[in-house]
């Protein structure tokens, strides 16, 4: 039996990590409806049990140190969020295998040769392949790999 939730999970990371990076190094407000998509409150004003897992996986993050944030809106959002060090450094470094299958034209500056091997891209497009299989992977492996020179 899959463990879907599991797989919500990873996809959350992805996500999170994609829209912090996006914006680095400001600070944003991260919305959980932005990650797992909109919500309606029961008649006594409790989330779905989706929308609540992936709030906690962004808590998750914080607690393990991949982003930081000033204080939580109700179960809603992220006030102030960022990634951290440890989170910048992940995504901006060097992946040290080929998580996903990134062609990368040997032609183009060496610099864009080097971008396409980071982390980040190998998130990009592992959320862009649409695999489930791909994004555990790829997700799993980052936070399985703690960047040199982190704290």
Not at 70 to 86: F, G, M, Y
Not at 96 to 105: G, K
Request: aromatic share 10%; glycine share 4%.
């Amino acid at each position: 039996m899959a463990d879907l939730h599991i797989d919500d999970f990873y996809r959350d990371v992805a996500k999170i990590f994609l829209r912090l990076y996006a914006v680095f190094p400001r600070k944003t407000v991260l919305y959980v409806e932005d990650i797992s998509g909109p919500d309606e409150p029961d008649e006594f004003g409790l989330h779905h049990p989706r929308f609540q897992a992936c709030f906690s996986t962004m808590v998750w993050l914080a607690e393990h140190g991949y982003l930081n944030f000033d204080d939580n809106i109700r179960q809603e959002a992220l006030d102030q969020a960022v990634l951290s060090q440890k989170g910048f450094l992940l995504l901006s470094s060097r992946s040290d295998q080929a998580l996903t299958r990134v062609e990368v034209d040997e032609s183009l500056p060496p610099s864009v040769v080097e971008e396409s091997r980071a982390n980040i891209a190998q998130l990009r497009h592992a959320m862009r392949e649409g695999s489930s299989i791909t994004l555990q992977k790829c997700v799993r492996y980052l936070l399985a790999h703690p960047p040199i020179g982190a704290h």
